[in-house]
């Protein structure tokens, strides 16, 4: 499966942006889908996931409240919806799919390319 993520860009802290990951080659249906983002200088680390049935999710605890991850099967694209952005969320954003949704990257085995998220003070 290939992914490609989109809708990053420039907002004020504050704002709101919505990413897209878009699945190409395979349903996404079948996979668990994870967002992660790394910013310079730090590792890469788990922002939010869904479960491939159920619409299960999990969240890390810096975008709980914040962050709503869904799925839209008949699109076969997850979005992260970003309210209430800091600057401290900024940083390149990846989407991953894999068999289940775990906060490790380790349980993802495809990657699309990232989509950079700037959040200005």
């Known amino acids: 499966v290939q992914l490609q993520a989109s809708g990053g860009g420039l907002v004020q802290a504050g704002g709101s942006q919505r990413l897209s990951c878009a699945a190409s080659g395979r349903t996404l249906r079948d996979y668990g889908v994870g967002w992660f983002r790394q910013a310079p200088g730090k590792e890469r680390e788990f922002v939010a996931s869904?479960?491939?049935?159920?619409?299960?999710?999990d969240y890390a605890d810096s975008v709980k409240g914040r962050f709503t991850i869904s799925r839209d099967n008949a699109r076969n694209t997850v979005y992260l919806q970003m309210n209430s952005l800091k600057p401290e969320d900024t940083a390149l954003y990846y989407c991953?799919?894999?068999?289940?949704?775990?906060?490790?990257?380790?349980?993802?085995?495809?990657w699309g390319r990232g989509t950079q998220v700037t959040v200005s003070s």
């Open positions: 991953a799919a894999g068999a289940s949704w775990v906060r490790s990257t380790s349980g993802y085995s495809y």
């Open positions: 869904i479960a491939w049935i159920g619409g299960i999710a």
